[in-house]
């Protein structure tokens, strides 16, 4: 199947900082991305949809101002978390869909977000 | 996006058929049944999807009643990777279209344990 890269696996900042969540479709261009966001122990939450050449669709209660979503080629989305808190360490994690006909969405590995 | 219920958890000796079952009574007819599964501390990891029909992959079979309301996943000889928490997911096929066409919508799924 279709690849989806992120990087970096596991990143811990201090409060206060921005941590920039980098997401690449390998072999295949995805005009659409979306970002996810897992908690212990729950499943995972759609935070935004990120659409290439234009503004992120954040999910209700999503921050945009916080989570700062970067589409700028067909390949590449980024997720920044601004001023990041103890409370937005979690599990993030992105996906791409394939083009075409009812194709599956394939996941990147995640990225352990821990604030301190 | 049609609701799905799962089992919270279930249990299978390694070797033997893991059945798991779905609930997605309220489906439409241009609503596809996915599932993805996901192993600790990883992203998900998709598996099979259908409409219909029956399917069947090197992974698992996906067996849907002729009503459409309920599925089941099999997964014929299961090992101990295959220990991870399994999603049913339900989504509309490509006739929806649009920017948001690949967004997943997780319940809790159902985590399946394997045992020697």
Not at chain 1, 47 to 56: C, L, P, R, V
Not at chain 2, 64 to 92: F, Q
Request: net charge neutral; aromatic share 10%; hydrophobic share 30%.
């Amino acid at each position: 199947g279709a690849v989806v890269s992120q990087h970096p696996s596991w990143v811990i900042c201090k409060s206060g900082t921005s941590v920039k969540i980098e997401c690449r479709s390998l072999d295949f261009q995805a005009t659409t991305m979306f970002w996810y966001r897992q908690f212990p122990k729950q499943s995972l939450m759609l935070m935004a949809t990120s659409n290439e050449g234009s503004k992120a669709t954040y999910e209700q209660g999503v921050e945009k101002d916080k989570f700062l979503i970067n589409h700028a080629s067909l390949t590449l989305s980024t997720l920044t978390v601004t001023s990041a808190h103890p409370e937005d360490s979690s599990f993030y994690i992105c996906s791409a869909r394939e083009p075409g006909v009812n194709t599956e969405a394939f996941f990147g590995q995640g990225t352990r977000l821990t604030v301190v | 996006d049609a609701k799905t219920t799962q089992p919270p958890s279930m249990d299978c000796a390694e070797g033997r058929a893991a059945n798991l079952p779905c609930n997605h009574s309220t489906i439409s007819g241009n609503e596809y049944v996915y599932w993805y599964r996901q192993i600790h501390s990883q992203g998900p990891q998709y598996i099979i999807h259908g409409l219909k029909n029956n399917e069947t992959n090197e992974m698992a079979s996906l067996i849907i009643t002729e009503d459409r309301k309920s599925s089941t996943l099999i997964l014929p000889h299961a090992t101990l990777r295959d220990t991870a928490v399994y999603y049913c997911i339900v989504r509309v096929g490509s006739g929806a279209g649009g920017t948001s066409y690949g967004k997943l919508t997780f319940g809790q799924g159902t985590i399946l344990t394997v045992h020697p």
